[in-house]
């Protein structure tokens, strides 16, 4: 079955700072892959996707790159701000189907003035 | 444009109990989903609902239904409640078709005693 496997938190960095959270996945068939981000007290947003191969996913300076070769959707950001403190979720999604989200198990990110 | 709403935001029920929560679409939305997300996890599947029917369920048991109203508003509902549903529900709408993003409402925080 699908699953998606990420990089356990937390994670404190200084403002400013170069973030990676690392996730990699498996799935049949070839899903779409997505970063959420969860602000405390409130619900998920979606950060940014990817549907295809080699594609960039890119939001408020945040990226990450679809790569098939090492089932890998790795979050990064040059430099990170206090704002950006949030759990951040890596998903894939079941073919056929855009809404039936498989989630990893979520990273806490704490930036630190 | 109202986003997605949830209610109540909190409850809190004793084993055995039912439980009904409540979604309310995005404007303009005809697809709900539902989610749990356990402290400290990443939301699980649990089902998705289009014109009113279910037509996606995840890994749970009957015991967990739900209901879409006319208006695209949806329902959850727990019955025979374990401690382990204890979690927040999430809600997410969004218009058919694979490339729609999921838009998530706040939550139901459910406390199983």
């Known amino acids: 079955g699908n699953s998606v496997t990420q990089m356990e938190g937390p994670v404190t960095l200084s403002e400013e700072a170069f973030l990676t959270i690392n996730c990699t996945y498996t799935a049949t068939g070839y899903p779409s892959l997505f970063w959420y981000v969860q602000y405390p007290g409130e619900g998920l947003q979606l950060l940014l996707k990817a549907t295809k191969a080699d594609d960039k996913g890119s939001n408020k300076g945040f990226e990450a790159t679809y790569r098939k070769e090492t089932t890998s959707f790795h979050l990064e950001k040059g430099s990170v701000q206090v704002s950006d403190s949030a759990v951040y979720f890596c998903?894939?999604?079941?073919?056929?189907?855009?809404?039936?989200?498989?989630f990893g198990s979520g990273t806490q990110l704490t930036v630190l003035p | 444009e109202t986003g997605v709403t949830q209610s109540p935001t909190h409850l809190i029920k004793t084993r055995g109990q039912q439980v009904t929560l409540r979604c309310s679409s995005q404007?303009?939305?005809?697809?709900v989903s539902w989610y749990q997300q356990a402290l400290g996890q990443g939301p699980q599947f649990i089902f998705q609902?289009?014109?009113?029917?279910?037509?996606g369920r995840g890994n749970f048991p009957p015991r967990f239904s739900g209901l879409q109203f006319p208006n695209y508003s949806s329902e959850l509902n727990v019955n025979a409640l374990e401690l382990d549903d204890s979690a927040l529900y999430l809600c997410?709408?969004?218009?058919?078709?694979?490339?729609?993003?999921?838009?998530f409402g706040n939550g139901t925080r459910l406390t199983v005693t």
């Open positions: 609902y289009y014109r009113e029917e279910e037509n």
């Open positions: 404007s303009g939305h005809n697809t």
């Open positions: 997410a709408s969004s218009l058919e078709g694979s490339n729609s993003p999921l838009h």
């Open positions: 998903a894939l999604n079941r073919p056929g189907s855009a809404r039936q989200l498989t």
